[in-house]
């Protein structure tokens, strides 16, 4: 896509102050600053990092962001206009955004009446001063103005006059970003489209002229308000209530928006925010705006997937750009197309956002699914021998017995080892007993696992605890092995889920067990179904210890290799 000299967009992130607002989210300052680092690496210019003096973590995050400060991205303080009848000099929560020692604050403030009168109690002409006085005074202190107007487009449906009188004092006080923020999330693309336009032509005919304030550490204008400023920017910040923030986000920048706020992965209240991590590829790739750099951009999925895990939830399997199954592609027509020219079924290259494409394999597979799928994991197979089709059948008859590999590839790959007769047969379980104690009175139940398993010719018998008959089972066998395969010690069980596929049999239901494993560098999935849920959780505890251990003895004979 051809960029042009206007296409400049200014991302902010927000993740570490609306994003925390997410149900069930939590950062410490370390997360917090780990996070902010990430998005500095990314290439995002502004990085709102909290409201000071809310609580004692964001002063801290702010003290520590002085001591060692981020390498390009301006960390920006967040706070309110001053309260109603008070001054902005005499504020106790502004000395707080002051002492953050960033050079730029977002300032948000109210633009619909309701929220002035019903939220504020108190006058309109108050509401006005409030604006005025904060921003000027945070401007004589050498600040730089980011105004968030609240509420913004529920303010001017309900009273367009007053809603844009909020952008004229901001204006005249000093502000260089005004930011219309769809906080209810409720508004749709063709009204987003039209306010902004709207306010695009209202306040250009205020005789100030167009363009942008300077911005950014290389900006060498004057941070104070004069005559001769040209007129503040335009920015957009939207909420997903309406599952339209990303759109949202597109139609402000398309009538004439150069900010772009939001947050990495989506997150924040109720149904969240505009997720960059679909906005950046979308405005960048497909609507030619400058964002990032390309190599910034192709950083894009890991740091999606970098947040995720610092701020401890599941990444979306199914996100656009950046999820697992993004560019996941599982019916046999689409990945044989897809293997002659990946443009029939992909929209961009996954490799421009740092993603990668899978095939996947399942029951609905045809045979070029798993040939492509045998090639991401170093095998080669002929599509003319028999051990190819006998793999798709063998694959065929598990999933109808209930298997799932979609979600468990190292089971997978260990079927195709069997079927080419080179699966590598680390150590046999003889056999295994499970013993649960309930005791009376408490909730805690005690788990103890014994198992049979030979080892190099070798019967070794072992027996451990467990607070489950899984975490016991689990135990024993590593017990067992650790001697003869030291590495298993630093495999992790980082995930297990349980799924019933016939619940109508009720407790002689048949299970599947997904079972997520890791070495701290790598994690794979295996699957074990059975209508004894100890037996399928047992096949995919071994599946996975083996293929971790097949892992190791693959990366063992590479390094010799090259030796």
Known sequence: MTTNSSSQLWLYDTTLRDGTQREGLSVSIEDKLRIARRLDQLGIPFIEGGWPGANPKDVQFFWQLQENPLKQAEIVAFCSTRRPNTTAATEPMLQ???????????????????????????????????????????????????????????????NRDYALQTLEAAIASGAEWLVLCDTNGGTLPHE?????????????????????????????????????????????????????????????????????????????????????????????????????????????????????????????????????????????????????????????????????????????????????????????????KAEAREILQRLKDLESEGFQFEAAEASFVLLMHEALGDRQQFFEVKGFQVHCDLIEGKEISNALATVKVAVEGKNILEAAEGNGPVAALDAALRKALVNFYPQIATFDLTDYKVRILNGHTGTAAKTRVLVESGNGRQRWTTVGVSTNILVASYQAVVEGLEYGLLLQSQTEAALKASA
């Open 96 to 158: 707080d955004i002051l002492a953050a020692g960033t050079r730029w604050v977002t300032i948000f403030g109210k633009s619909w009446d309701l929220h002035v009168t019903t939220g504020l109690k108190t006058t309109l002409e108050e509401n006005l001063a409030m604006i005025c006085d904060t921003i000027e005074y945070l401007r004589s202190q050498g600040r730089r103005i980011i105004y968030d107007a609240e509420h913004w487009f529920d303010g001017y449906k309900h």
């Open 192 to 384: 987003i489209s039209q306010i902004v336009q709207d306010v695009v032509r209202v306040t250009g005919e205020w005789g100030m002229g167009h363009g942008a304030w300077g911005m950014g550490k290389e900006s060498t204008r004057s941070p104070m308000p004069n005559a001769q400023s040209p007129m503040p920017q335009i920015g957009i910040h939207t909420h997903n209530d309406s599952e339209m923030a990303v759109a949202n986000a597109i139609a402000a920048v398309m009538a004439g928006a150069k900010m772009v706020q939001g947050t990495i992965n989506g997150y924040g209240e109720r149904c969240g925010n505009a997720n960059l991590c679909s906005l950046i590829p979308n405005l960048q790739l497909k609507a030619g705006y400058s964002c990032i750099t390309e190599d910034q951009l192709t950083q894009l999925t890991e740091a999606s997937r970098f947040v995720s895990e610092v701020v401890n939830l599941a990444p979306d399997e199914h996100a656009a750009f950046v999820g697992r199954s993004a560019f996941a592609h599982k019916g046999g027509i689409h990945v044989s197309a897809v293997e002659r020219n990946p443009l029939t079924y992909e929209h961009i290259q996954p490799e421009q956002v740092g993603n990668s494409r899978r095939i996947v394999i399942s029951e609905q597979s045809g045979l070029s699914n798993v040939l492509a799928k045998a090639r991401s994991f170093g095998i080669e197979l002929d599509q003319q």
